[in-house]
């Protein structure tokens, strides 16, 4: 499978606790996106990634957030010191230019106790 | 700034009856349009987009796609819908952002289809 690939699809963490997730774009997609999404709502924009480099980052995105794109190849997205309003779905998505469609994983389910 | 719209949160269907699935967007600039369908527990699957030219665009599994711009509208359209096409629906418009290169999408809330025998 060739697809955007995201570990691991599920995280439950006590509040306070640190998580880290992983994406792996498909391999030929210079573009890598973050979102979240919520129940009951679609996804929201998180941060960008133009192979190694962060262009932009979301409000959503707090200091506690921090994503990082080592190579331009797989991506990490690290959460310190969770709430309980950071439960939600992350997903990770690539593309391969502006005007392309972006290929979603299966995303990571994250419950914070 | 780029919005988009779905006004229905469930569109209920009878097995080989036509769907429509409603979305309308708010754009500065030329609209880049997008449908994507997320079944329970999995990531969503692109259906289909209008970047530009012919204002009914065809799909994935069937499904098409009319770009209105007077009515700023691009609702997803089936001709024949099946059980399986029973899912969540998102429609999405690229973010233009500052300097109009970033690309990430700005989602609707979604639409859940429902699609019964």
């Known amino acids: 499978d060739t697809g955007v690939s995201q570990n691991p699809r599920h995280k439950i963490t006590k509040r306070g606790q640190n998580v880290t997730f992983r994406c792996d774009p498909i391999?030929?997609?210079?573009?890598l996106y973050w979102y979240r999404q919520t129940l009951g709502q679609g996804p929201e924009f998180l941060t960008y990634?133009?192979?190694?480099?962060?262009?932009?980052k979301s409000r959503l995105l707090s200091d506690r957030f921090s994503a990082e794109r080592p190579k331009g190849s797989f991506s990490t997205l690290e959460i310190q010191r969770t709430e309980q309003g950071d439960s939600a779905m992350y997903l990770c998505?690539?593309?391969?230019?502006?005007?392309?469609?972006?290929?979603f994983g299966p995303g990571t389910r994250l419950t914070v106790l | 700034a780029q919005s988009v719209a779905q006004p229905e949160d469930q569109v209920n269907v009878a097995e080989g009856n036509p769907l429509t699935v409603k979305c309308t967007y708010s754009?500065?600039?030329?609209?880049?349009l997008f449908w994507y369908v997320q079944y329970p527990n999995r990531g969503l699957q692109f259906l289909l987009k209008?970047?530009?030219?012919?204002?009914l665009v065809k799909g994935s599994y069937g499904f098409e796609a009319e770009f209105n711009k007077s009515q700023t509208s691009f609702h997803l359209k089936k001709p024949s819908a099946l059980v399986s096409d029973s899912a969540l629906y998102f429609c999405?418009?690229?973010?233009?952002?500052?300097?109009?290169?970033?690309?990430?999408?700005?989602f609707g809330k979604g639409t859940k289809l429902s699609v019964k025998p």
């Open positions: 998505a690539s593309s391969s230019g502006t005007f392309y469609e972006q290929f």
């Open positions: 391999s030929e997609h210079n573009r």
């Open positions: 990634f133009q192979n190694e480099a962060q262009l932009e």
């Open positions: 754009v500065s600039g030329n609209p880049y």
């Open positions: 209008y970047i530009t030219g012919d204002n």
């Open positions: 999405a418009v690229r973010d233009v952002g500052y300097g109009g290169s970033q690309g990430n999408l700005i």
